[in-house]
């Protein structure tokens, strides 16, 4: 069993600055088949992730907080509890268009 707390992990900034994130488990630590990492991420208000794609599936989880996101050539508003399911190597981005931030947590997929 492995418990992390995402408050001990030092955030890190990534995508250009937009996105505050703390990995709180990798595949090499977790020794996982099924998942790269797991990161607890927080998006400012009036901030965007850029637009970005990867080679391998990711779900995005609102915690808190409200954007609008982009998969692809489509665009959604996304809201707390959601789950947006990220195929492999598809451009995607996320807009906070609240004045609160977004917490989610990201969850991105061994290929």
Do not use: W
């Not at 955030?11 to 797991?38: D, N, Q, Y």
């Not at 982009?70 to 990220?86: T, W």
């Not at 451009?91 to 989610?104: C, D, E, F, G, Q």
């Amino acid at each position: 069993m492995i418990i992390k707390n995402a408050r001990d992990v030092v955030p890190v900034p990534m995508h250009g600055g937009t996105c505050i994130v703390r990995r709180v488990l990798e595949v090499e630590e977790a020794k996982s088949r099924a998942f790269r990492f797991v990161d607890f991420d927080i998006v400012q208000p009036g901030i965007a992730i850029e637009p970005h794609a990867h080679p391998y599936e990711e779900i995005y989880i609102i915690v808190k907080g409200r954007g609008a996101m982009r998969v692809g050539g489509e665009e959604k508003d996304v809201n707390q509890d959601d789950l947006i399911y990220i195929p492999p190597n598809e451009v995607h981005s996320l807009a906070n268009t609240s004045k609160t931030p977004i917490n989610l947590i990201v969850v991105a997929a061994v290929t």
